[in-house]
């Protein structure tokens, strides 16, 4: 039950400060929603926290975001994070005022002197990949966050897989996690018309191209696609480079696959719904997905998905796809050949969209509310 007294909320907004990637939109996106059931007659006050050196929030975020109250430090994002992960110092009462609860977007806490800690764990890839990680990811999260995911009042997750992984690999009470799922995006209405109206041209990989998403096992089942239905459309991999995406971006280069894959780093918003328009499937083949915000994009915009067993995926993309295990090459070829018959795409399309419409950001708001009052209840009992 959420308190009847002001609540005064700080989230940590830095992730969605430069390119908004799976993290970023959902930080931007639930504050966004925070912010509008925090409009009267609700008492609460929301803080979105910021801090760079170079990196401001866009011009247009107090407009878009009228209910908050914007915080921007002129404070380097390494240093400060080293002394907030390292030292747990200084409080984020001294950057941003008095605060009830401080919502972290990463596993680790951001230091609080009163404030009820919350932090958000999407998956647990800083565990499993420890070695493909950069950073403060690779440097602290390993040794760190067992502890602090312990020490925190709350930990919230984006799906019920994430929240097992929680649970099981860190040893946090299962009462103390929270499921708040994002929502689908308002532009995929508009994406889903033009889809309906006519379908794309192209197969769709949109995520950053790491090893978990498993590159490989997708070229490999495209270019068995290309030997099946030599006429298939092109394949785009939409998403950032990485030092480990080397040889695939090699690969695409040359034959059988030259002139039919097309790599484009990193996507806007604007791009984005460029790709989604012109999309006739997406496949996400990853071995482990948190969730797989992708997946929900591409079903809300009328598009048919491919997805693989493992992690999240079964579980967002629900009756809409049925799952590949994502070593299986020819299964992965026959989805993506069964999905170019315009029927059984049509099919696909309208159970995704059905899925799709369970996921709202209103929804995420909501959960995270909830999340904050538990973790409130549970801070005044500690203390």
Known sequence: ???????????????????????????????????????????????????????????????????????????????????????????????AGDC??????????????????????????????????????????????????????GVIVSSQYAAGEVTRELGVAPARVHRCPPGAPAWAAAVARRQAASRGRRILFMGTL????NIATLLDAYALLRERVPGAPPLTLAGHSTPASAPW?????????????????????????????????????????????PVLEAMACGIPVVVSSRGSLPEVAGAAAEPVDP????????????????????????????QASRYTWAACARAARAAYAAALEIHAHRR
């Open 1 to 95: 039950m959420w308190y009847s007294f002001r609540v005064r909320i700080l989230v940590d907004y830095r992730p969605a400060l430069r390119e908004r990637t799976g993290v970023g939109e959902f930080v931007h996106e639930m504050s966004r929603a925070l912010c509008e059931a925090a409009t009267p007659p609700s008492p609460d006050e929301i803080v979105l926290f910021s801090s760079s050196w170079k990196d401001r929030p866009a011009r247009a975020l107090a407009s878009e975001m009228p209910a908050a109250r914007i915080v921007d430090r002129y404070i380097p994002v390494r240093a400060l994070a080293w002394s907030w992960n390292r030292l747990e110092w200084p409080p984020v009462e001294w950057l």
């Open 210 to 213: 790491a090893p978990r998403k």
């Open 100 to 153: 009830d609860v401080v919502h972290s977007q990463s596993p680790l806490l951001i230091p609080a002197r009163r404030a009820a800690q919350v932090v958000t764990i999407h998956d647990l890839d800083f565990l499993a990949y420890a070695d493909q990680a950069a950073g403060e990811i690779r440097r602290d999260y390993p040794g760190l966050a067992r502890s602090h995911a312990a020490r925190a009042d």
């Open 327 to 354: 070593g299986d090459v020819a299964g992965l070829a026959s989805r993506m050949a069964a999905l170019l018959d315009d029927q059984r795409a049509g099919a696909a399309a309208r159970r995704g969209l059905e």
């Open 249 to 293: 971006e090699a690969r695409a280069r040359v034959a059988p696959l030259a002139g039919h894959v097309d790599i484009t780093g990193y996507v806007d918003q604007a791009r984005r719904i460029a790709l989604y328009s012109d999309a006739r499937m997406l496949v996400l083949p990853s071995y482990e997905e948190g969730f797989g915000l």
